[in-house]
């Protein structure tokens, strides 16, 4: 039944009021994002609006009001055909998590067109695509169109999303993929696929087990379409600060449907990497990729099932090259340690399964199960800026497995969505081989670049971390209330109970660093970096910790006018993680910092604690007694934005945004308290024979024994049973924060014939990002004295203190330019064009969270950010070509990212003692086919398929995708000359993307 007018305004208040009394007095919930669609409009007062998706036979129903409005929610991406009787039917398509407009009232614009008919579960429909207009959110939808023909690198979904302004899709020179929104890292990016978060906890990478993979985080056939918002989103997205990605995977439909593929390329269809053209010599490589996808009824109309399957075998080129830094250091190498610089490649492979069944036993409801796993074995640590030797390289087994049961359940003025899910994700990389390492560094006056690493990798090359876990969300949304114009009024909670694991490191391959110079290699060497197990304690290497994970939101969308829509919405979040907020510090370690100072040049009587606090630093700060940490409390996270429709016929449309959203800590760093008390890492140095001093006066100090290279233990014994001289502390700060950043955009879009334009213009500020530093003071407690830093001052009777702390930020603007012709059959093209100029400042290179070159976090100066490029340009077009083909092709254009270091220069010594600042720089840039050098990045890649009918509904298609074809070396690998603070790439180095490549495909659909 209806609700009064004067009851639908109370309710509308005692919603919003009373989930903000539950989100106070009960902090335990969250939210969930939906990549279903909401159809609003006008129609004739107090009549039931249908719609029936034509692929499925799914309805939704509701009723307009008085005054003729109605919003159905919950509607799956698709075709429907909606009426609200006779001379009211409309067949329109709904986009992936959009809020389109209908008015039922008014006549249809246009009369169906046979030549825009298109195949639906075996019915032929013309259909006009709702694009989704009156909103403030800022980004695009990628099309299943674009994804089938756009020229592709590798079958991840993802990559299309470097089509929408401001976002970059990268393929590093390992192969790596990685997605990355405005000027932050990759790890602030979540992607939502039906709905659920793929949000990695404990590593890099930002969706679970990307991080360093050459694979794709879900089967490309199983996506229908999806949705890239760079900012200013809705309430209802959780966990990232800066882009969010929410696809719709595909279901079954009341025909049989499927499809197989198998797609190829070797090193007979590319061109040399310019480390191969250098040496003369090319790696062998290969890439096999192959899958199926199958779906259709199980009961006509109710139920249906989908199943795809997709799968890698890659053998990926890499140069295995010096630090930029280090590069000086190369011609006086031995020349059995140069050699293995240069070519090798990676082997990779990787199985995606998903499957889903869906069932509506009424108009009401909707259930689905579904499961997502991906397995993934790799050997890496090569390329992409490493310098590993192939032989210090190691195996990475990559799993992660998703469930998900759903129960979607739709009234005439309401819609809730109950959703359990389940994850276990896995990444445990492992030594290639055991013995020890061997790493050569360039010496300079302050500080040793390394140039290459051989033998046996670093013992924190194995590892094992993960994240397993139930959750249990519910959303629920009222479209039928009014006051002062509609609303449609959105709230969720959310509880998630993940265990995180993580072992950091492993009792194996001792590291011994051997100094270069320009009379050579060193005879002996002087570090050493090892581990060492404490026993006895019932310290474990290894951590597991429950996180719980709690949430709520609350959003209305509320229709002022046929020109005013306003987006009003809060959330708030909560992680509490134990291992963090019940962390004992150890005994001896808070023992050591209230003993004397036994560095050179400490007063008697000064303690460490003591010597801290001269420099800034309250121990206290970082010290817990197991009750002196509690999460953080404060992640409310406001979020307006608008729209206003200037003419009412949705084709110019000014929208505007600001909000706030909170990414969280990875656990990655947090559990390295815990880790490194139960395997200590050491770091001692070795008297030089000649001089009978160890490197830069470091301590603890040791002479040289060649016997302590034949093995482990005698490093171990070196050092005592009981000793902790070398050993690493790293503590935390007892009230840590989860980055954020808040976000505003002001812009407008336009509809000019069949062209979709948008001018955005968007400022992020982010704050709060994870860094460690570097503890150690003298104990004057300065950081720096004549150009040096106090390395070998670490805690009495330990080694070095690193402290973990926020306070990385980026302040960044963009402009977004976009025009899209969207592909129809009567034209027969589409195109995009996206346009991105950034002006972006950081105080930390994006890449990196150790921040050991100034005393704090806090005293890194500003500088140009080597996240993104100022100007970026992607187009993209696709077409029906002659003889029945489909060709497309994609150009990327993007001046050079800028490069962040650290200068040192002795002649110029600062006031605060240090001979070193950051700077960034700009490597000479290269030509396109016209214009002047002003690229950093620059490709054009080419797409032709042909499709052969076989008949019985069966089609067998060719495809070849031509990419960089002009061959452009992208190059990603740096040279810094002696002395000066510029910056050369690397010609002989690794390059972005890959060199001139053709992949052939054929496939067979039915």
Known sequence: MKLPHHLKKTLLASLITGLVVTTVAA????????????LRGKGPASTEVTAKNVATGSTRRTTTDAQGNYALVGLPPGTYQVDAGPGTERTVTLTVASTASLDLTAAPATTANAANAQNLGGVSVSATTLQEVKTPEVGATISLRQIDTIPQVSRNFLEFADTVPGMVFSVDSAGHTSLRGGAMNDSSVNVYIDGVGQKSYVKEGGVSGQN???????????????????????????????????????????????????????????????????????????????????????????????????????????????????????????????????????????????????????????????????????????????????????????????YAARWQHSGQSYFNELLFTYEDAKNAPTAINYGNGYVYTWQRPTD?????????????????????????????T??????????????????????????????????FYYNVTSNGV????????????????????????????????????????????????????????????????????????????????????????????????????????????????????????????????????????????????????????????????????????ATGQCHRNSTPCYAW???????????????????????????????????????????????????????????????????????????????????????????????????????????????????????????????????????????????????????????YPFITSNAASKHRFVATGNMDGPWGTVLSAKLTLATPLPYNGIFCDPSNLQANGSICSAYAAIAPASKFLIGGKIWGYRDIDLQATKDFDIGHGMTLYGRFDVLNLFNWNNYSDYLTPAGTRMVTYNPTGNITFVPRTIKFEVGLKF
């Open 448 to 476: 040793d670049p390394v140039i290459i690493e051989t033998g046996a990798a670093n013992p924190l090359a194995t590892q094992n971390k993960g994240q397993r876990g139930p959750a249990i969300q519910d959303d629920f």
């Open 212 to 402: 360093a993979s050459q694979g794709n985080p879900f089967p490309q056939l199983a996506i229908g379409e999806y949705k890239v918002i760079t900012s200013n989103y809705k309430a209802e997205y959780d966990q990232l600060s800066s882009a969010a990605v929410t696809a719709q995977t595909k279901s079954g439909t009341n025909e049989f449907h499927g499809e197989a593929y198998y797609r190829y390329t070797d090193d007979s269809f590319r061109a040399k990497t310019p480390a191969e053209n250098d040496s003369g010599t090319k790696a062998t490589s290969s890439e096999k990729e192959y899958g199926f996808a199958v779906g259709g009824p199980i009961i006509k109309d109710q139920m249906h099932f989908f199943m795809a399957y997709e799968a890698k075998r890659f053998d990926t080129p890499v140069t295995v090259t010096p630090s930029a830094d280090g590069s000086p250091g190369v011609p006086y190498l031995p020349s059995n340690i140069a050699s293995q610089l240069g070519p090798t490649n990676l082997p990779f492979q990787e199985d995606l399964y998903f499957g889903k069944i869906d069932w509506e036993p009424t108009d009401r409801d909707r259930f689905e199960l579904s499961a997502q796993i991906r397995n993934e074995t790799q050997l890496d640590g090569l390329g992409n800026g490493s310098q590993t030797a192939q032989s210090a390289a190691y195996n990475i087994k990559n799993d992660d497995k998703r």
């Open 522 to 689: 060193d005879a002996t060497p002087y570090k050493a970096f090892f581990t060492k197990p404490v026993n006895g304690l019932g310290l474990t290497p290894s951590v597991s910790t429950k996180s719980k994970q709690f949430g709520t939101y609350i959003q209305d969308d509320w229709s002022v006018n046929d020109k005013l829509t306003v987006n009003l919405g809060v959330r708030w979040d909560y992680e509490r993680t134990p291992s963090y907020t019940d962390f004992v510090t150890p005994a001896n370690v808070v023992a050591a910092f209230n003993s004397q100072d036994t560095n050179a040049g400490a007063p008697a009587g000064q303690t460490y604690a003591e010597t801290l606090a001269k420099g800034g630093i309250n121990i206290n700060d970082y010290i817990s007694n197991g009750h002196n940490r509690s999460a953080y409390k404060g992640e409310w996270q406001p979020r307006l934005g608008f729209s206003y429709d200037w003419f009412g016929d949705e084709q110019h449309v000014i929208h505007g945004g600001v909000g706030r959203a909170y990414d969280r800590d990875l656990y990655d760093y947090l559990q390295l308290e815990t880790t490194k008390s139960a395997l200590p890492q050491y770091t001692i140095f070795f008297q030089d024979p």
């Open 705 to 859: 024994n060649p016997n302590l290279l034949n093995g482990l233990g005698n490093l171990q014994s070196l050092i005592g049973a009981a000793s902790n001289a070398g050993t690493e502390v790293d503590m935390l700060n007892n009230n840590l924060k989860a980055p954020y950043s808040d976000q505003y955009s002001l812009g407008m879009s336009n509809q000019l014939g069949d062209w979709h334009t948008d001018a955005t213009v968007t400022r992020i500020l982010s704050y709060d990002g994870f860094a460690f530093t570097l503890g150690n003071r003298y104990p004057d407690g300065s950081f720096w004295q004549n150009g040096s830093q106090p390395w070998g001052n670490g805690i009495p009777g330990f080694g070095a203190l690193i402290l973990g702390n926020n306070g990385i930020r980026t302040r960044t603007t963009q402009l977004l330019l976009s025009a899209e012709k969207p592909y129809d059959k009567a034209s027969g093209w589409g195109a995009t064009f996206a346009y991105t100029y950034t002006n972006a400042k950081q105080n930390r290179d994006i890449n990196e969270h150790y921040s050991f070159d100034y005393a704090t976090i806090q005293d």
């Open 27 to 38: 902090p335990d919930v969250a939210w969930a994002q939906t990549a279903n669609a909401t």
């Open 478 to 511: 009222f479209n039928d209330l009014e006051w002062n114009g509609t609303h449609v009024v959105k709230m969720g909670v959310k509880y998630k109970a993940v265990t995180l694991n993580a072992a950091d490191a492993a009792d194996v391959n001792p590291q």
